[in-house]
C-alpha cells in the first residue's frame, strides 16, 4: 500500500467579485460586476431609484416640517399641516367621494363586463371581431381624445360637475379593462365541467351560482383592485368633468397645486399627496393580502397527465 | 313500402329554427353582451361621433376669423401658430421620452433577465411610481428637483456646479415626469416580450459560435423587435396625452404648452367646445399617424413566435 | 351500493342525425339499448361518435330523429333533466370543490337529505379506492385518479344511463389497462346500462357487450364483438377490427361464396363477404394471425399459398410479427409462433374462410339504398 502523502486540498474560490472586465471565469458563470455595460445598468436604477425616493421622500418631510426653505431638513417637524389640510379641503368629503366613486366604477363595470367576457370567451359570433375592437378601442385611444368629447356631452345633458358624470366617464377606460382582463381568465376554465354540472342535474342558475361564479370570483377580484387603482389615480376624465363637489383626492390636488395666485402653501399640498399615497397603499396592502395577482394568469390547474 | 316508412318515421327535431342559429353563434347567451354593447355605444361611440360632428360647427367667431366654412375649426387648428406650434410641443417631449423609456428598457431587462436575490423586490420598486401618479410626481419633482430641493442642493456642495440648476417648470420637468411614470411601463413590457424568447435559441447561436455582440443583434434583437415597437407606441401614446405634468413641472405657456392643455383651455376657459373636439380629435390623428408609421416598419420584422413562454 | 338495475326497460334512438355547418356529423342512426347493455361506439375521429354521444346526453341538439325511453320521447328535455351520467375525456372536474364535494354534486342538485349523500359519497369513494383522497382538490390528483374521480361523480347518482367520452385517452398504457379494468369491474358490479365512446379497438372489443361501428357520420355495423371480429361487413370495419392486411386484388372466377383472386403477388381462393363478379376489383382483408408460416410440420396441399421474403421480425413476448414482402412488392403483416430470420423466404397460407373479399368502394350503395337516397333529396 502506497504511502499517500496528504496533499493540501487546493482552495478553490468562487468568482472573484472584483474580476476585472474580461478575466477568466468558468464556462456559465457570469459575474455580478464586471462589464461596462453591467456598470451602466446599475447606475441607471440608481439613478432611477435616486429620483424615485427622493421624489417621495421630499413630499413625506415637507408635509412634516416647519416652513422649509433654505436647509437640508426643516427645523422642525409636527404633523399640524396635516389636520390643517384636512380641514381646508373638507378631505372627508374628498375622501368619501374618492371612495364612492371608485366603488361605484367597480361594481358596474364588473357587472357589465363580466357577463360580456363570458359570451367573448365561449361564444363566436357574426361581428365578435367588431365588437372585440369596439371594447378595445377605449383602452387605444388617450383618456383626452375621447374625454373631451365626452364631457361636452355631459355638459349638455346638465351633468356637468356631478358625481354621477365622475363615475360615467370612469367608466369608460374601467369596461374595457375589466373585459380584456376577464376573458383570457374564462377562457382558461374547462367549458367542458359546465357541461359536467349540467349532467349531474344543475340547472342554469345552479351551474352558475355553484360552479362559474367560485372559479371567477379570484379573477374578479384581481381585476377589481386594477381598477379601482386606477380609477383613484385617474386625472384627466375626471378633472374634465367634475367640480367643487365632486372633485377625487387627485383632482383636489391639482386645483390645490394650481390655485390662483400662486398655488396653496407647498406644505399643506404635500400633505395632501402624502394622504393620497397613503391610501393607494393601503388599497394595494388590503388587495395583496387576499388577492394572488399571479391569479390572473393560469388560475384553474390543467389536469396533469400520467 | 320502404320508401313510406323511411318518410313517416322521420320526425323532425322541433328546434328548428333556434337551432340553425344556434349553429351561427346566436343564441340567448349573446344577451349577456348586450349592457356592455349599449354601454360602449352611448358613452364611447356616441359622445365620439357627437364631438365629431362638433368640430365642423365653429362658432361664428372662428369662422369670422379663419374662414373655412364648415372646416373653419380645422383651418384654425392649422393656421393658428398659437395651435399648431403646440403640435409640435408635444412631439419634442413625446418622442424623444418614449424613445429613450424603450432604449434604456432593454439593457436593464436584458441583465435583471436572470434569477437573483431580491429580484422581486427590485421589480415591485421598479413598478412603484405607477402608483403613484403623475400629480404626486409632480409636486414631488417641484420639491426635489427645485431650486432650493435636495437634487440642487447636493450638486452644489459637491462643487459639480456652482448655480442651482432649472430643473422644473420648463421641458426638464415634465420630461423627468414622464420618464419616472413612464419607464416602469416600458421594463414591464420589454421583460416580458424578452423572457418571451426561447432562451435556448440564444444558447444554440453560442454553440454555433456567435459572440454577444452577434448573439444580440442577429438573433435577439430581431426577435425583440415587433416587441420593442409595440412598446414604442404604447409608451408614446402615453407621453403624448400628457396633461397634468405639462402644467404642474412644465411651463404650460411656453415650452410645454401641449396638445392637452390647448383642448382643456378650449373646453374649460374658452367654453368653445367645438375647437375643444377639434383639438382632442386632430390629437388622436396625430398619434394614429405616428403608431401607422411604426406599424409600416415594424411589419418588416419578424413577427412569428418567438418560442418562449411569454 | 344497492342499484336498480333498469331503471328503464329499452332507450331507442330512431333515425337520429345531426346537421352542422353544412356537414352531416351524423346520419342515420338507429340503435335500441337494453337495460345493463355496454354499448361502445367505435370510430377514428370526425365519425360521428361523439357527436351521437353528446345528442345522447342532450348537450346538442339533434336535428333528425328522435329517442325513446320506454317509448316516451327524451331528447325535448334538457340536459339537467334526463338522470344520465357522463364521464368526459379530460375529467372536467369542478376544479375548486374537493374529491368529495365533486362526488356530491350531483346527489346535492338532487336535493337528497344530508346524511343520505354522505353515505353515498363515501360508497363512491370506496368502489373507485379513493377514500383517503377525499379532501384533495383535482389539482392534486393525478390523472388517473381524476379520472376516477370522474367516474365515481357520474355512478353515484345511480343513473339510468352512464356515458363515457374517450375517458381513456388521456392516460398512458399501462394506466389505460388497469383503468379498462376498472370500469369492467364497475359495470359488472353495478350493471349500469353504458354507451362508451372510443377510437380504441381492443378497449371496445374487451368492455362491450355490443359495438356500434360509425364511419363519416354513419353506422357500418352493429353487433357483438364475436360478430364483428368473424363476420365485418365492409372492409372498413375489418380494419377496426384487425385485419391489418388489406390487399387490391381481381376476382378470376366465382364458385358459390368463394372465388378466386389475383394480385399483389398471390392468388388465392377467397370467400365473398359482399358479391362481386369476375372482372370486379375487390379488396382481400387478412388478419395476421390467420397468415400461417407453412413448414414441414404442416401439411399444406398447395392450395392457398404463396411466397414471401421476411424483413422485419419483432419480438412480442409470446409470438412474433413479421413484416412480409411478396414477390410483387405488397406488404404484409403476418402473426407467427416462431421467427425466421430477416432476409429469409417463407410460405404462407390462409384458409379461405379466413381471406375476405370486400368491395373496394365503401360508399357503393345497392339500388335499395339508392332509392331512399332519392327520397330523402
Known sequence: MSNATLTRPTVVTGPSKTAKPGSRLPPGEKSLVASPGT???????????IFLFGIVLSVLVDSLGRPWFNTWLPENFTTAWYQQAWTRFNLTHIMGVTLLVAFSVIIISVVIGVPASYVLARSSFPGKNIVTLLFLL?????????????????????????????????????????????????????????????MCGANTRRVFTKILAPLLIPGILAASILVLVRTVGMFDLTFLVSGPNSDTLVVAIYRAMTAAGGGESRQLISAMGVLYTALMLLILIIALRFINPTQLVAQVKEARED | MTVATVTSSRAKSSASLSHRLAERGISTRLLLLVPAVVFALGLFVYPFLYGLGLTFQPLPATQAQWGGGLFANYVAFFKDAFTFDSVWITMRLALPVALFNVLISVPIAFKLRNRFRGKRTLQALLVLPITLG????????????????????????TGIIDQPLQLVNNYLGVMFSLIISGFPFAYLLISSYLSGIDPSLEAAARTLGANWKQRFLRVTLPLLAPGLATTFILTFVLAFSVF???????????????LALMAYRSFAEQLDYAMASTIAIMMGVVELIVIAVVFLGRSFLYKGSTGGKG | MSLSASAFESLEMKDVGRRFGGRDALVDLNLTIRAGEFIALLGPSGCGKSTALNCLAGLIPLTHGEILIDGKRIDLLPSEKRDFGMVFQNYALFPHLTVERNIAFGLQMRNLPKAEIVRRVAEGLALVKLEEHAKKLPGQLSGGQQQRVAIARAVVLEPRLVLMDEPLSNLDAKLRLEMRAEIRRLHQSLGLTTVYVTHD??????????????????????????????????????DFMGYRNLIDVEVESVSGKLARVTGGGLSLDATLAQPAVPGDTVRLAIRPSDLLVASTATSTDGHNTFDALVNVVEYHGREFALGVTTTMGQNLFVQAEVAPLPGEKVTLSVDSARALLYHSDLDAMSSEQRELAEVRG
Open chain 1, 138 to 198: 377605449p383602452i387605444l385611444i388617450p383618456p383626452i381624445t375621447y374625454g373631451i368629447p365626452l364631457a361636452t356631452v355631459m355638459y349638455n345633458f346638465g351633468l356637468g360637475r356631478t358625481i354621477l358624470a365622475v363615475i360615467l366617464v370612469n367608466l369608460v377606460p374601467s369596461v374595457p379593462f375589466v373585459i380584456i382582463t376577464m376573458t383570457p381568465f374564462i377562457e382558461q376554465i374547462n367549458p367542458a365541467i359546465e357541461n359536467a354540472a349540467r
Open chain 3, 201 to 238: 379497438q381492443e378497449e371496445a372489443l374487451s368492455l362491450a357487450d355490443r359495438l356500434v361501428v360509425l364511419r363519416e357520420g354513419r353506422v357500418q355495423q352493429i353487433g357483438t364483438p364475436e360478430e364483428l371480429h368473424k363476420n365485418p361487413v365492409n372492409w372498413h370495419v375489418a
Open chain 2, 134 to 157: 403623475t400629480v404626486l410626481t409632480a409636486q414631488g419633482l417641484l420639491i426635489f428637483a427645485g431650486r432650493q430641493g435636495w437634487l440642487n442642493r447636493f450638486l452644489i456642495e
Open chain 2, 244 to 258: 397634468p405634468s405639462a402644467r404642474l413641472v412644465g411651463d404650460a405657456s411656453g415650452e410645454t404648452r401641449v
Open chain 1, 39 to 49: 456598470w451602466f445598468v446599475w447606475a441607471g436604477i440608481a439613478a432611477f431609484f
